[in-house]
């Protein structure tokens, strides 16, 4: 995939996200969280949680 095509990817998918209502379980918005280990705790217990409900992959959005 190129850079051009794979931006697009991100900018849609993005997009698709922040039309959720609220966080879900595969879903978290975060800001201001630079702590390396609280960043793994999240991606841990979201992927962990995203498998639990059948989908394949989790997000943390931060801008």
């Known amino acids: 995939m190129n850079i051009n095509k794979n931006n697009e990817h991100i900018t849609s998918l993005i997009q698709e996200l922040l039309t959720q209502p609220n966080e879900t379980e595969w879903l978290e918005f975060k800001h201001d969280n ?14 962990n949680s995203a498998a639990l409900n059948g989908k394949s992959n989790a997000y943390v959005v931060s801008p």
Request: charged share 20%; no cysteine.
């Open 34 to 47: 630079d702590n390396p280990e609280m960043i793994g705790k999240y991606i841990s217990a979201l992927s």
